[in-house]
């Protein structure tokens, strides 16, 4: 069985633990370090003969249109991560209509392919505000995979289900892999869980889900994750640092074996939404 490989295209300063350090309006002046962080995994995927799906912000978009194109390029599936990563549940309609509206037209522009997924910053879809499946039906979108269903202290619907399904407004959730465990789910499906787990639990837990579930399971990574060398920020909380730099060191070596190990594609061939 194949499993989706993701990726969320986007830079160290513009992560969510780090929002009250960083300001939009500050990005500009940062050093990007994106471009070549997604390089190295193009080139990692090149080298295990992978396709992955890319949710690209639209901030970096714009500022490396050349980056999306060789996404495209190279056979991956481009998808938006809205415009300039801020959370779904701290926006109100008009905004995130905005900010999922154009970010498609961007990359779309830029592609010169459709865009048909959706993944929110910080899995930012919360039962306050379903409202924006119907904004996603209205800008065109056919799914999302923005829903964690996991108990966590910045995100997650712990009772939504947890393999793809259908909303009322017609657009497909499909949600991040857990594994049922003492009645809640444990989540399974990458980013700082990936640095967490060694890499022995990470091959078990995907291996055990795939003999439970028989569903693909849904794997994400940042760019800067492969990065240890990235700018320490000044102010951070503890854990805030403990949450982005733990193991940066052995990320790359990991997603190596993880890529050997299993099956890897695109959201949008695995559900053939292409």
Known sequence: MQHAMTIDVEDYFQVSAFENLVRPEQWDAMAPRVEANTDRLLQLFADHDTKATFFTLGWVAER???????????????????????????????????????????????????????RAPSFSFTKQNLWVYDVLAEEGYVYSSSVYPVVHDHYGIPDAPRFRYQTPAGVDEIPLSTLPLMGRNMPISGGGYFRLYPYLFTRWAVSRFMQREQQPYIFYLHPWEVDPEQPRMEGASAKSRFRHYLNLKRVESRLGQLLTDFEWGSLARLYQYQ
């Open 64 to 118: 490396f249109p050349q980056l999306v194109r060789r996404i495209v390029e190279q056979g991956h599936e481009l998808a938006s991560h809205g415009t300039m990563h801020q959370r779904a549940s701290g926006q109100n309609r008009e905004q995130f209509q905005q900010d999922v509206g154009g970010a498609k037209r961007l990359l779309e522009d830029l592609s010169g392919q459709p865009v048909l997924g959706y």
